[in-house]
Nanobody
C-alpha cells in the first residue's frame, strides 16, 4: 500500500485543518488506519485510528474531543479533522495502514502494528 498524506499547513491556535491520506496499491478496506505525529525532539505519538470498516475509532488522550478520524473505503481515503488546534499540536503527521485483525486500543495505538507508512505532512499551529 502506498500512502499519500496531504492537508497540512500553518494555522492559528483555535483553528481547524483537515488532513487526508490517500491509499493505493491494495484493497484499502483490508487495513486499519492510523494517524501518528512527531514533533521535533519528541517521540512519535499516537493520535487516532480507525478499524477497517470505520465502525471503531480510538483517540489519544491529548486529542480526544478535538480530532475526528473517518474513512471512505470507496475513495481509499482516511481523514483527520482537527479542530480547536493548539500550538502543542505542531508536528509532522503520518498516516499508517495496519492489520485488519487489529483489536483493542493497544493494537491500534502501537506503531509497531502498522505495516505501511506515508511520508508525513507538516502541521504548524501558531499561538
Amino acid at each position: 500500500v502506498q500512502l499519500q498524506a496531504s492537508g497540512g499547513g500553518l494555522v492559528q491556535a483555535g483553528g481547524s485543518l483537515r488532513l487526508s491520506c490517500a491509499a493505493s496499491g491494495r484493497t484499502f478496506s483490508n487495513y486499519a488506519m492510523g494517524w501518528f505525529r512527531q514533533a521535533p525532539g519528541k517521540e512519535r505519538e499516537f493520535v487516532t485510528a480507525i478499524n477497517w470498516s470505520g465502525g471503531l475509532t480510538y483517540y489519544g488522550n491529548s486529542v480526544k474531543g478535538r480530532f475526528t478520524i473517518s474513512r471512505d473505503n470507496a475513495k481509499n481515503t482516511v481523514y483527520l479533522q482537527m479542530n480547536s488546534l493548539k500550538p502543542e499540536d505542531t508536528a509532522v503527521y503520518y498516516c499508517a495502514a495496519g492489520r485488519r485483525s487489529c483489536s483493542g486500543y493497544g493494537c491500534y495505538s502501537g506503531g509497531d502494528g502498522y505495516i505501511y507508512w506515508g511520508q508525513g505532512t507538516q502541521v504548524t499551529v501558531s499561538s
